[in-house]
């Protein structure tokens, strides 16, 4: 073992806490046997062999945004080739279709948008809502949630745009938009989008009102090794808050991203190599002592990287996905999905239980489009810390 990871390695053995100066030196360490071993027995100690996957569909309703972040291939100005937004007709037809293969959850994200009005958004929910009601509604990231506070002029109560998102079917929160909390980092790469303070202020109203939510970091462009762990710090410090004061919402999973150069202003960077992903899949597990869970999203990190990184610290891959349009790799179009027993052959071989969840990881029982839930939800201990997961 590289003799910097052995205090570390005692940490971990011992159930302690990680300091910001451990997971530095973890990011910088070159024993990735050594990294995987530790976040393997992290993970082992909350999931045993369970490793999750879902029966998701993402929708991107509209790439047309106001942002022009550098780190983004997503983004088109209104009026610009290959800009396109859905109706909320259209996106109603998806949830039906979605239900229709036996989804559990649907996840929409999209840009922010100059002109639709927040009766848009509320619609959308409410849509789906009555067309397939089963359909549980990840959506809005945090940037967006502070774009529909501005245009419902409503800047200073993100409370009340969230209860009224909440009450229209918002069922969570994704982790997106997170990026990197680093000033440096922020008026580089995405001038113009929130900073860390807002990212984190509209989750911790989340959590208040009962929403959970995911968290994610987009690694591998011109942040540094410090910037990382700090992130992680930050949210480690969130979810004390949220467990401390006992709400009832509180972040769920880590979903680190890493950078995907194809199509957009920093295309010339190579991103992150598939040891680079691996070693953040186990970092973030090693720092992350109160969140619950550590997902590989395929789509950046490819499945066969994915499948790998479940002995990296990872517990949970998502999804079957169906349409996906923020990152393309290759030009590749919207349609990008995987079978279920693709991802279920992915993480048997791995040596893994697989495991449905919904997206509030309960067991999901199946028969064919047809299914349920188990209902309950044990309490598992991580670290120090109280943190909850599926049975
Ligand atoms: O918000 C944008 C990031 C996010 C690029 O919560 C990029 O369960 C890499 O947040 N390369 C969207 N990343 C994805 C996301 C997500 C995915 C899966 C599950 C969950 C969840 C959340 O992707 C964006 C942004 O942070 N992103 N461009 C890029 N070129």
Not at 24 to 52: C, K, M, N, P, Q
Not at 362 to 382: E, I, N, P
């Amino acid at each position: 073992m590289d003799p910097k990871l052995q205090p570390i390695a005692e940490k971990v053995h011992a159930g302690e806490r990680l300091s910001e100066r451990d997971g530095v030196a973890l990011l910088g360490s070159r024993d990735i046997w050594s990294i995987g071993e530790l976040a393997g027995l992290v993970r082992e100690r909350l999931h045993g062999r369970t490793a999750y996957y879902n029966i998701n569909r993402h929708l991107n309703y509209s790439n047309v945004c106001a942002l022009s972040c550098k780190f983004c291939s997503f983004y088109r100005k209104r009026g610009q080739d290959g800009a396109y937004q859905f109706s909320t007709e259209q996106v109603a037809e998806e949830a039906v279709r979605a239900a229709a293969a036996g989804a559990t959850e649907m996840h929409i994200v999209g840009g922010l948008h100059p002109y639709l009005p927040f009766a848009y958004y509320t619609e959308m929910l409410e849509g789906i809502r009555q067309a397939a009601p089963r359909l549980h509604i990840k959506a809005f990231t945090a940037v967006e949630i502070v774009h529909l506070a501005r245009i419902s002029q409503r800047a200073k109560d993100l409370g009340g745009v969230l209860s009224d998102l909440k009450a229209a079917g918002l069922g969570s929160l994704p982790g997106g938009g997170a990026e990197v909390f680093d000033d440096r980092v922020h008026d580089e790469a995405f001038k113009g989008k929130i900073r860390s303070d807002m990212w984190l202020t509209v989750h911790r109203e989340a959590h208040r009102l009962g929403l959970m939510s995911n968290a994610t970091i987009l690694y591998g462009h011109i942040e540094s090794v410090e910037d990382r762990v700090a992130h992680l710090c930050m949210l480690r410090e969130a979810q004390d808050e949220a467990i401390s004061e006992g709400h009832a919402g509180r972040f769920q999973t880590i979903i680190p991203l890493p950078f995907v150069p194809d199509g957009s202003e920093l295309e010339h960077l190579p991103g992150p190599s598939g040891l680079d992903d691996l070693k953040m899949l186990a970092v973030s597990r090693l720092m992350l002592d109160n969140f619950a869970h550590v997902k590989a999203f395929w789509i950046m990190q490819t499945l066969a990287l994915s499948q790998l990184s479940l002995q990296f610290g990872v517990d949970d891959i998502d999804g079957t996905v169906v349409w996906y349009d923020i990152t393309k790799v290759d030009s590749v179009d919207q349609h990008q999905e995987v079978g279920v027993a693709e991802l279920r052959r992915a993480v048997v071989e791995a040596g893994y239980d697989p495991v449905e969840r919904d997206t509030l990881y309960r067991r999901v029982y199946r028969d064919g489009a047809k299914w349920t839930t188990s209902g309950d939800v044990r309490v598992v201990a991580s670290g120090q810390r109280a943190v909850t997961a599926a049975v």
